[in-house]
């Protein structure tokens, strides 16, 4: 199916920008640090999800899971980025206590672990969108890194506007398509196509930072 093949693309490309990543990691301002750790967790959540399918069981309890993980480092690579509002920065800590708590009781006592998380993953996407349009107006503002490095950071964070804006409409309506196998098969295949999106502009931006020499200030 063309969703399936769009995913093993998508693990294909996540492999190699970790590789490349893991080759360059000492050298690699924090922010892109950061990010890695996110990819990590990705590519482990991903790959577990396909032994539980092969194995014959379950694995939305590790979209449960994922959604924590994804909403802890996601926060945590904007904090490197964010200067304004100062509201973030100040309240960080209560910010992803709250929000992971909310996530936690959500999955705990809301939702069945084996179904999916609709209002948490909403909650999770809604936050990250916030993130990626709030460091748009930062750089406007601040410029805190040289121009080749905000070069790569703006293209990371186009990925993730781009996926999550698209992804959230999906997740939003997960519950309303339920009962429509066609409808399902065309939603998850339009995410496939975000998520391959998401993954090849992350790669661009490393690849740049990495293997594009930075311009001569001279």
Known sequence: MLYVNMGNLAILCLSITILVFLKNYTTLKTPFKRLFYFLIWNLLIELLARIFTKAGMNNLPLLHIYTLGEFLLFSWFYKSLLIKPAFFRKKYTLIILIGSAFIILYSLFFRELGSYNP?????????????????????????THSPHIEKSLRLFNSAILIYYSGSLFIFMCSQAIDGFPEWIKIFWTFNAVLNLIFQLLIFLGIWRIVYKKAPSSS
């Open 119 to 143: 209002l948490s993953k909403t909650f999770v996407q809604i936050a990250i969108i916030t993130y990626a349009i709030l460091y748009f107006y930062n750089i406007i503002e601040n410029h």
